[in-house]
């Protein structure tokens, strides 16, 4: 798995939008949506995403979901997941909760969040510990 997926589908049934309204706001093929949601696309290229975020009403980072990001932290490496289909409870709004693996945190995603925010939040959380 790639550490980076798009996360178009439930945005746009969110939006109460076919594939095909959404390829036609865009301006692209229907099968580029399908092949985005699918995940069976090789890559997104920057200009497609930003389509995609302006005819959805949100901003590109919104798009996208980390799969998992490794970061050192005091001589040791932990990794940051995506512990969604794990969680108890997501909060109205959050399209992610977060978890370090195997040290039973999980935290909420933000809005706009980048990876670089992830592992600061994932460090104080483990501070705190």
Known sequence: MSPIQIHLRELRTAKGLTQVQLAKLCGMPQSTISRIESGST????????????????????ELIVYGQIPFDYRGRTYIVHDATAQAEAVPAGVTVVWGIKGEGITFPSEVGETPGDIIKRAKRLLVKK
């Open 42 to 61: 090789t890559g997104v290229d920057f200009e497609t995403l930003d389509r995609l975020a302006a005819a959805l009403g949100v901003h590109p980072s």
